[in-house]
T-cell receptor
Framework: DSGVTQTPKHLITATGQRVTLRCSPR?????VYWYQQSLDQGLQFLIQ???????AKGNILERFSAQQFPDLHSELNLSSLELGDSALYFC???????????????FGEGSRLTVL | GQSLEQPSEVTAVEGAIVQINCTYQ??????LSWYQQHDGGAPTFLSY????GLEETGRFSSFLSRSDSYGYLLLQELQMKDSASYFC???????????FGSGTRLQVQP
């Protein structure tokens, strides 16, 4: 158990809909990262927040947005969903602003999104 | 940009040794990490190399050559439970996040 909690674990929705994925980082971690993993693919970095502020952006679509709240939990909002958005969405956390300092991120179990 | 290359699949037998290679291209390289992911599970951290050389952690070892932009993960005394996907990832200070390779699926056979 990494200490990172993600909800929901599974989500099935229709094209054009909007969903919100939630992540609670490990106790004490200030950085939250969101990654997308499509079937048999690698992990694509979407966005990072540190202590409530956006710190880095990856290949995140304009239809997607995220935020980190004062209690450090984060939400990833996916709107106008398309079939291709079906994927596993992982949240990871680290203590520092730069998770790259130790190369170690702690991943949640992921939210599996299926768009029909 | 950043890119990482690793083999898509490797097959080995129980008790054997397997090496998974990773070459990378990135600016501002800081270090190379390795992660294990079982089917449907979360990626879990295995090792991190910031300096040249070999790091050993139990049955797993990881190597880095910064001059060659190359690293590998060495798994010894393979067990069935080692069947999983293994990802190398580069730590780029400019990006603040880890960029992952596409992963190597390791199948351990009896």
């Amino acid at each position: 158990d990494s200490g990172v909690t993600q909800t929901p674990k599974h989500l099935i929705t229709a094209t054009g809909q909007r969903v919100t994925l939630r992540c609670s980082p490990r106790s004490g971690d200030l950085s939250v990262y969101w990654y997308q993993q499509s079937l048999d693919q690698g992990l694509q970095f979407l966005i990072q927040y540190y202590n409530g502020e956006e710190r880095a952006k990856g290949n995140i679509l304009e239809r997607f947005s995220a935020q980190q709240f004062p209690d450090l939990h984060s939400e990833l909002n996916l709107s106008s969903l398309e079939l291709g958005d079906s994927a596993l969405y992982f949240c990871a956390s680290s203590a520092s602003d730069t998770g790259t300092a130790t190369g170690e991120l702690f991943f949640g179990e992921g939210s599996r999104l299926t768009v029909l | 940009g950043q890119s990482l290359e690793q083999p898509s699949e490797v097959t080995a037998v129980e008790g054997a040794i397997v090496q998974i290679n990773c070459t990378y291209q990135t600016s501002g390289f800081y270090g190379l990490s390795w992660y294990q992911q079982h089917d449907g599970g979360a990626p879990t951290f295995l090792s991190y190399n910031a300096l040249d050389g070999l790091e050993e952690t139990g049955r797993f070892s990881s190597f880095l050559s910064r001059s060659d932009s190359y690293g590998y993960l060495l798994l010894q005394e393979l067990q069935m439970k080692d069947s999983a996907s293994y990802f190398c990832a580069v730590a780029d200070m400019g990006r603040r996040a880890l960029t992952f390779g596409s992963g190597t699926r390791l199948q351990v056979q009896p």
